[in-house]
């Protein structure tokens, strides 16, 4: 298992498939996009099922989520995901994507397995989207949204983040939308993970703004059901069934319970979206490591895993490598 000297275990897998992106999101990244990874330090298809495979087989992960940049830019995409899918035991598989290009994917990737996707998307005016994004691409969003749910991969999970000037007063109206279209709807709140190092917590729209917002509409009720280690604090909206999440890394860390070990598109194990070092698995497969060795790394690395984010620390500092490069 992947236990750490807090007592935690990590059986939550994300793997992040690509740092490329075709949004230009203005929290994440700058409007001419990064240097990306060059192919050859990128994982293969075959290093990526094999290491989610010592995940699944000896390491005791149960869900797998694949993210980017945009997974769906990922041309091995639906292979990797049949061949996830075969594993035994099989994990939990999932999808953090942008929208774009899942109209065209969706029936493909249920029928290899994906269980359900989490679909990021701000805003439901096409002209603030544009301005979020810096594309042009919301009726696309929309329609990988419906395709989604028409194959089955639910529940449908939407993930918003409010920016000030932008779409801070959506929230509202955001919840109505989903809850029309029977998606499940996660605020975000901004975290320091943009590649110009711009956020600033004085600036950020925090839960507690968010649940401000939502009052002036709906009775929120909080869910009884235990959170565990959901990342979302869920609150059942007017009485039921329909609920909103609400994700606050920054104010309101769940750390404490966190399950999640995460490996970045060219093979670096990382315990933390904040955090500043990362452990390499790709060396070691490609200098020859057999499967006991690279499980031993990742254990090893996992045992190393701070307390918390450190976000809530005045010397906190953010790290280098962009959440395109780490896998949201």
Not at 3 to 26: E, K
Not at 136 to 152: F, S, T, W, Y
Not at 178 to 190: H, W
């Amino acid at each position: 298992m992947l236990l750490d000297t807090y007592g935690r275990i990590a059986t939550d897998l994300r793997v992040s498939l690509t740092d490329r992106c075709n949004l230009r999101c203005t929290y994440c990244m700058p409007e001419e996009g990064l240097s990306w990874l060059a192919k050859p330090e990128l994982l293969t298809d075959d290093e990526i099922v094999r290491l989610v495979g010592i995940a699944v087989t000896r390491l005791g992960v149960t869900e797998v989520r694949f993210t980017g940049g945009e997974p769906l830019l990922r041309r091995g995409l639906v292979s990797i995901v049949e061949r996830c899918a075969a594993l035994d035991p099989r994990p939990k598989l999932s999808l953090t994507t942008n929208g774009i290009g899942l109209e065209r994917t969706a029936a493909a990737l249920r029928a290899a397995g994906l269980d359900r996707v989490n679909v990021s998307l701000d805003t439901t005016d096409p002209e603030v989207f544009a301005r979020i994004t810096r594309r042009r691409r919301h009726e696309d969003v929309l329609r990988g949204l419906a395709a989604a749910k028409a194959e089955g991969l639910a529940p449908v999970k939407v993930n918003a983040v409010l920016m000030p000037g932008l779409n801070d007063t959506e929230a509202p109206g955001l919840l109505a939308w989903a809850m029309a279209q029977d998606y499940e709807l996660r605020f975000i709140e901004q975290m320091p993970l943009d590649a110009q190092h711009g956020w600033q917590r004085t600036r950020m729209i925090t839960a507690g703004d968010i649940l401000e917002s939502l009052r002036t509409r709906y009775t929120l009720t909080p869910e009884e059901e235990r959170r565990g280690a959901a990342p979302a604090e869920r609150w059942l909206v007017d009485g039921g069934p329909h609920r909103v999440g609400v994700i606050a890394s920054v104010t309101r860390p769940f750390c404490r319970a966190c399950d999640r070990t995460r490996l970045t598109a060219d093979g670096q194990v990382r315990t933390c979206l904040f955090a500043r070092e990362e452990s390499d698995l790709r060396g070691a497969l490609r200098a020859g490591a057999d499967d006991a060795e690279l499980a031993e790394r990742w254990r090893v690395a996992m045992w190393g895993k701070k307390a918390g984010s450190g976000l809530d620390d005045p010397s906190f500092v953010q790290p280098q490598r962009p959440m395109s490069a780490i896998g949201g």
